[in-house]
């Protein structure tokens, strides 16, 4: 399988209209480590209200990262919450093309929407569009389509505020040590791709704010065992380090695991996404990851509830336009050992 279908990205949770998106209620176990949004009192909330059924077509990528896996459990967990939703999925396949082929017959069971993440999102915008002019709006999930033409909705997290909350976090922490001419690693993804430019972008812009520099940066490809290969090239390369961010919580399973072999402590460390293993690890405070920054995959549970609604020909409760918006961005949260305890339900 090549690094591309392999790889995953990073959102972050935030709230936009309580009638559509995540609540409290989770659960982190491996077989269904849902976020989903339970509220489902119509006198308090008119939209959790059983309207017409809509059936939601759904197309990701296979589950072989624990973001992608929570993705696709969150939202079958989402869809089942409502009475008045079919859920229907399909495989996305290897690639791209095997997505584009799945999509199509998806398109040809005419679901009232569907709900894509792509392998990448220009590859699959002809599918986007396919669908958008056979009359089925689609929510675009976190790979983004280039043509707004190909999509009703886009749902997705900051990946420049991502490195901007990383970079702030670790430039904050550097001038309370008093550090004045610090050795900052980096640790990203797959670098060809434009979510991880971004990051980097937003992490070079940050520390630049604060007068700091990227000394040395090792691209991974959001696996442990990469994540591990790049950490030790980097820790080779930068023999005393006083900070390090890791653009990916599970590639980051390999990246401790390099430091710890290497036996380095002298720094410390921001990891990304917010997976339970890291959360976990923050508020033991016995390593070296002190916060990771957020790109939760709570995003299918609301991508979920926007379809249903946008099925319905519904708004968001807390707004006061009367369709779902066209785009939506979900803010990047910092995640340290003081607030760990609050997102520990929205590790995946």
Not at 10 to 27: E, K, N, P
Not at 65 to 92: C, M, S
Not at 174 to 193: Q, R, T, W
Not at 284 to 302: G, Q, R
Request: charge should be neutral.
């Amino acid at each position: 399988m090549s690094a591309l279908s392999r790889r995953r990205v990073l959102f972050g949770g935030a709230a936009v209209g309580a009638g559509a998106l995540l609540t409290a209620c989770t659960s982190n176990t491996p077989e269904n480590n849902a976020q989903v949004n339970t509220n489902t009192d119509a006198s308090a909330n008119p939209n959790a209200a059983p309207g017409s059924k809509v059936i939601i077509g759904f197309s990701a990528p296979a589950a072989d990262h624990g973001w992608l896996a929570a993705i696709t459990n969150n939202a079958k967990a989402q869809a089942q919450a409502y009475t008045d939703v079919e859920f229907r999925p399909v495989e996305a396949g290897a690639d791209a093309a095997a997505q584009r082929a799945a999509v199509s017959t998806l398109i040809s069971q005419k679901p009232n929407v569907i709900v894509m993440l792509p392998h990448d999102g220009k590859e699959l915008n002809a599918a986007g569009l396919e669908a958008m002019n056979a009359g089925i709006p689609v929510v675009n999930l976190d790979r983004a389509f280039p043509s707004m033409a190909a999509y009703r909705l886009q749902i997705k997290g900051d990946n420049f505020g991502m490195g901007l909350a990383a970079g702030n976090y670790i430039s904050e922490q550097l001038k309370a040590k008093g550090v004045s001419n610090p050795i900052i690693g980096e640790i990203p993804g797959i670098d060809s791709l434009e979510l991880t430019q971004e990051r980097s972008l937003g992490f070079k812009t940050a520390l630049e704010a604060h007068g700091f520099k990227v000394a040395n940066r090792r691209p991974a490809e959001f696996t442990a065992d990469s994540g591990q290969a790049a950490a030790t090239a980097l820790l080779q390369a930068l023999p005393k380090m006083d900070a390090l961010w890791n653009h990916d919580d599970d590639q980051g399973i390999g990246v401790l695991a390099a430091i710890k072999q290497a036996n380095r402590s002298e720094f410390f460390m921001v990891g990304g996404a917010g997976s339970k293993a890291a959360i976990d690890q923050i508020a033991a405070d016995n390593s070296v990851l002190k916060a990771t920054v957020t790109y939760s995959p709570s995003m299918a549970s609301s991508a979920i509830s926007l379809a249903r609604l946008i099925g319905q020909n519904k708004g968001m409760s807390d707004l006061v336009e009367l369709q779902v918006p066209k785009e939506i961005t979900l803010a990047s949260e910092t995640i340290t050992k003081d607030n760990a305890s609050q997102y520990a339900k929205l590790g995946f």
